[in-house]
């Protein structure tokens, strides 16, 4: 969704990292209710922690230890794929979540509003890599934003979106829209009856989907 970025937001230490879920693993220990998911998302993107390979491994080993039927999941916006350690360290994991919102680089711009630097083609290349071994995230939204009309739900959105996932070729394919009222009365949450309407197109193709509504 649009947002701006704060470039101030300080990041906990690896080691910070590393106790915070050893004590929050072992009191749900106690209390027998282990998760059936170690998630990182929340706000930001985790793979931008200098660590984050590091913080994988020790996730990992923690895991292994106190919950080892939990599945370690990874929520991305695939801008850090370039970097071999987090491309390596996504390998390890469950889950690992890839977000791709369009198959133009028009609508992400509108979208998702990624720093300059921000490539489609480089970014298809490094999750074509994974050779199945990443669920690409899709959010469908239509709307007008900065005074730009964008619709990824379009047919010809559509069609160029299954290209590129006939590409990828991902174990599963995610689709949602914004779970509550838009930040902006210019942005139209999708439908669920459209939202099924995609998935069948999507499952058509032979893609494994699930539907967030």
Same mark, same amino acid.
Request: proline share 4%.
């Given at each position: ?13 690896? %080691? =910070?990292?590393?106790?915070? !879920? ?11 209710? !282990? ?15 200098? %660590?984050?390979? =590091? ?6 080993? /923690?895991? #292994? ?12 916006? +695939? ?9 390596? +360290?996504? /390998?390890? @994991?469950?889950?690992?979540? $890839?977000? /791709?919102?369009?198959? *133009?680089?028009? &609508?992400? $711009? @509108? ?7 921000? #490539? ?7 999750? @074509?890599? *994974? ?6 995230? &899709?959010?469908?939204?239509?709307? %007008? ?9 379009? &047919?010809? =959105?559509?069609?160029?979106?299954? %290209? ?39 499952? #058509?193709?032979?893609? #494994? ?5």
């Amino acid at each position: 969704t649009p947002k701006s970025y704060d470039k101030k937001v300080s990041l906990p230490s690896r %080691e =910070e990292v590393q106790q915070k !879920l050893k004590d929050t693993l072992l009191k749900m220990q106690m209390e027998k209710q !282990l998760p059936d998911v170690i998630t990182f998302a929340g706000n930001g993107e985790p793979t931008l922690h200098p %660590e984050f390979a =590091e913080i994988i491994d020790d996730t990992i080993k /923690l895991r #292994n230890q106190y919950s080892p039927k939990a599945r370690i999941a990874v929520l991305s916006n +695939a801008t850090m794929l370039y970097k071999e350690k987090v491309f390596n +360290a996504l /390998l390890k @994991i469950e889950d690992n979540i $890839q977000k /791709l919102d369009s198959a *133009f680089d028009e &609508t992400i $711009q @509108i979208m998702d509003c990624p720093t300059s630097a921000f #490539n489609l083609n480089k970014v298809v290349d490094q999750l @074509i890599r *994974f050779s199945g071994k990443v669920i690409i995230q &899709t959010m469908f939204l239509k709307g %007008e934003f900065k005074g730009k009309y964008f619709d990824n739900t379009t &047919t010809v =959105e559509l069609e160029a979106w299954i %290209e590129l996932l006939k590409k990828i070729n991902p174990s599963q394919v995610m689709i949602y829209t914004i779970a509550r009222d838009t930040p902006l009365d210019t942005l139209i949450k999708i439908a669920e009856k459209e939202l099924q309407q995609i998935a069948s197109f999507v499952k #058509n193709e032979g893609f #494994n989907v699930q539907v967030s509504a």
